[in-house]
């Protein structure tokens, strides 16, 4: 067996006896650069059962049936997006399983996380084992669920545990926005004091408990003012979510947290307030993790003027300042994950006015591509891109070593990369459903994923699906290595 022995820059590893431990390779993956979170390693990859089993130099690799020339590019790790709504069951028009890891596939994601906000809501066993065999027969890439931890879901949560949920979502604010209070029954927290039941108990499981936090008075105070001025431009919805309602709600998880030792991650984070929370609660090794979203770092309020309610998100585009206080926070370890918080919705409940138009954008594949992007443009290096993408996500929710990496054993979930290839982003060259909603439609991209293999099977080659539905697994929390 080749063992992996990390060194620096372009070092190659150890290798002794490869045919006795394997005697042939599905696929071989040659000449490119392999990218770790610490590292750049001239590498060759060679695959077998869907497995990472060798690195080193193909030459001293047993035959394989398949060889891929990744001569001139980067081969990264598989992302991993840990927030995404698929909407299924309950509503095919704005996705499906299908479209939405055809979606993954196409930018580079191979795992997704989806959300527990569906028809059923996932708040009982019965119903997340159900949704993961109705999403296995769909999807095209691996995946894990969430379920709902509210104040009316508190006596299921054991039980979700144990049937195998990746991760618990609760929601702080209730403010409703017509067209979507259907989907949260059981994630919603009733009264500021249930909160503290909600998070004793999904601390008892071990598993990640993900926040949406906005403190639902301050929301509501705000949305009733901004309304009352007669607000009705995009940037009115800016305003009505103001960011003190987010720290304010991060300062109470990150305390109670504290008290009942739960593994809280904060989700879709957007304030520099955050950023200076967490920094603080690590500071004094505190467990807690969080994640921010790619439209945060490369859009702000300014462009809820040319975009329109297709920018309409929750929590909000900001300013240009706090957008530097998250990309310092990515670059600087605080925050740990990046994400797509990927919600599509059709175009009619897009194209209303702000205060009634479908909050969220559709955005999955073009995550990877935009981040390249900025990798090209100095924003981030190329390892902090898969620290924050696939090794950290991996971790956080119990992933890892499956998931995550190209270490020998892991899965060989893994995406090609040219780092000299500019694209235009076209909404109508998208896998999503609601492609016709993007907020990134007409922007030049350097850098894109031209290969996606899951478990050693290409899903995706030069932008074409390959494979079919089914071939996605389901993922469940491996709690004893975390």
Same mark, same amino acid.
């Given at each position: 067996?080749?063992?992996?022995?990390?060194?620096?820059?372009?070092?190659?590893?150890?290798?002794?006896?490869?045919?006795?431990?394997?005697?042939?390779?599905?696929?071989?993956?040659? %000449?490119?650069?392999?990218?770790?979170?610490?590292?750049?390693?001239?590498?060759?990859?060679?695959?077998? $059962?869907?497995?990472?089993? #060798?690195?080193?130099?193909?030459?001293?690799?047993?035959?394989?049936?398949?060889?891929?020339?990744?001569?001139?590019?980067?081969?990264?790790?598989?992302?991993?997006?840990?927030?995404?709504?698929?909407?299924?069951?309950?509503?095919?028009?704005?996705?499906?399983?299908?479209?939405?890891?055809?979606?993954?596939?196409?930018? %580079?994601?191979?795992?997704?996380?989806?959300?527990?906000?569906?028809?059923?809501?996932?708040?009982? $066993?019965?119903?997340?084992?159900?949704?993961?065999?109705?999403? @296995?027969?769909?999807?095209?890439?691996?995946? $894990?669920?969430?379920? %709902?931890?509210?104040?009316?879901?508190?006596?299921?949560?054991? !039980?979700?545990?144990?049937?195998?949920?990746?991760?618990?979502?609760?929601?702080?604010?209730?403010?409703?926005?017509?067209?979507?209070?259907?989907?949260?029954?059981?994630?919603?927290?009733?009264?500021?004091?249930?909160?503290?039941?909600?998070?004793?108990?999904?601390?008892?499981?071990?598993?990640?408990?993900?926040?949406?936090?906005?403190?639902?008075?301050?929301?509501?105070?705000?949305?009733?003012?901004?309304?009352? @001025?007669?607000?009705?431009?995009?940037?009115?919805?800016?305003?009505?979510?103001?960011?003190?309602?987010?720290?304010?709600?991060?300062?109470?998880?990150?305390?109670?947290?504290?008290?009942?030792?739960?593994?809280?991650?904060?989700?879709?984070?957007?304030?520099? !307030?955050?950023?200076?929370?967490?920094?603080?609660?690590?500071?004094?090794?505190?467990? =807690?993790?969080?994640?921010?979203?790619?439209?945060?770092?490369?859009?702000?309020?300014?462009?809820?003027?040319? #975009?329109?309610?297709?920018?309409?998100?929750?929590?909000? #585009?900001?300013?240009?300042?706090?957008? !530097?206080?998250?990309?310092?926070?990515?670059?600087?370890?605080?925050?740990?994950?990046?994400?797509?918080?990927?919600?599509?919705?059709?175009?009619?409940?897009?194209?209303?006015?702000?205060?009634?138009?479908?909050?969220?954008?559709?955005?999955?594949?073009?995550?990877?591509?935009?981040?390249?992007?900025?990798?090209?443009?100095?924003?981030?290096?190329?390892?902090?891109? =898969?620290?924050?993408?696939?090794?950290?996500?991996?971790?956080?929710?119990?992933?890892?070593?499956?998931?995550?990496?190209?270490?020998?054993?892991?899965?060989?979930?893994?995406?090609?990369?040219?780092?000299?290839?500019?694209?235009?982003?076209?909404? @109508?060259?998208? @896998?999503?459903?609601? *492609?016709?909603?993007?907020?990134?439609? %007409?922007?030049?991209?350097? $850098?894109?994923?031209?290969?996606?293999?899951? *478990?050693?099977?290409?899903?995706?080659?030069?932008?074409?699906?390959?494979?079919?539905?089914?071939?996605?697994?389901?993922?469940?929390?491996?709690?004893?290595?975390?």
């Amino acid at each position: 067996m080749v063992c992996f022995i990390p060194g620096g820059q372009s070092r190659w590893v150890i290798e002794s006896d490869t045919a006795m431990w394997v005697p042939h390779l599905d696929i071989v993956v040659r %000449g490119g650069i392999v990218i770790t979170s610490r590292e750049l390693l001239r590498l060759d990859v060679g695959i077998a $059962g869907g497995k990472v089993v #060798l690195l080193g130099s193909s030459s001293h690799f047993p035959a394989a049936d398949k060889s891929i020339d990744a001569t001139g590019k980067l081969v990264l790790p598989g992302a991993i997006d840990t927030h995404v709504h698929f909407r299924d069951p309950g509503f095919p028009d704005r996705e499906d399983f299908q479209s939405g890891t055809r979606a993954a596939a196409a930018g %580079g994601v191979t795992t997704v996380v989806d959300m527990p906000n569906t028809v059923p809501t996932v708040v009982e $066993g019965e119903t997340l084992k159900g949704k993961a065999e109705s999403c @296995q027969k769909k999807a095209h890439v691996d995946f $894990g669920l969430y379920a %709902g931890a509210g104040t009316d879901s508190i006596p299921q949560i054991p !039980e979700l545990a144990g049937a195998g949920a990746i991760a618990f979502k609760t929601l702080m604010a209730n403010y409703p926005t017509p067209g979507r209070e259907p989907e949260f029954r059981g994630l919603h927290l009733k009264s500021d004091d249930s909160i503290i039941d909600v998070i004793e108990a999904v601390a008892k499981t071990g598993i990640t408990h993900v926040f949406h936090c906005e403190t639902d008075y301050m929301i509501r105070h705000a949305v009733e003012r901004t309304k009352a @001025q007669g607000r009705k431009d995009p940037a009115a919805h800016v305003d009505s979510r103001p960011s003190y309602a987010e720290a304010d709600a991060i300062s109470r998880v990150l305390l109670l947290g504290r008290a009942y030792n739960d593994r809280v991650h904060i989700a879709h984070m957007s304030t520099s !307030e955050g950023v200076e929370l967490i920094q603080n609660e690590k500071k004094h090794g505190f467990r =807690v993790s969080c994640e921010t979203c790619v439209h945060y770092l490369l859009l702000t309020r300014d462009d809820m003027n040319r #975009l329109g309610t297709k920018a309409k998100i929750q929590p909000p #585009l900001r300013d240009e300042a706090t957008q !530097e206080a998250l990309w310092n926070g990515i670059n600087d370890g605080t925050i740990d994950s990046l994400c797509s918080d990927h919600s599509p919705f059709t175009l009619e409940e897009k194209n209303r006015d702000i205060w009634n138009a479908l909050p969220g954008a559709p955005d999955l594949e073009n995550m990877i591509p935009l981040m390249l992007d900025s990798v090209n443009r100095g924003r981030l290096a190329i390892t902090k891109l =898969v620290e924050i993408s696939s090794e950290r996500p991996a971790k956080i929710f119990h992933m890892f070593p499956k998931k995550g990496h190209l270490g020998i054993g892991a899965d060989a979930d893994l995406i090609i990369v040219d780092m000299k290839l500019e694209k235009t982003i076209r909404a @109508q060259k998208m @896998q999503t459903r609601g *492609r016709e909603s993007t907020i990134f439609d %007409g922007r030049m991209v350097k $850098g894109w994923p031209i290969m996606t293999l899951v *478990r050693g099977q290409v899903v995706m080659k030069d932008s074409e699906m390959m494979g079919s539905p089914g071939q996605g697994e389901w993922i469940t929390p491996n709690l004893k290595l975390s």
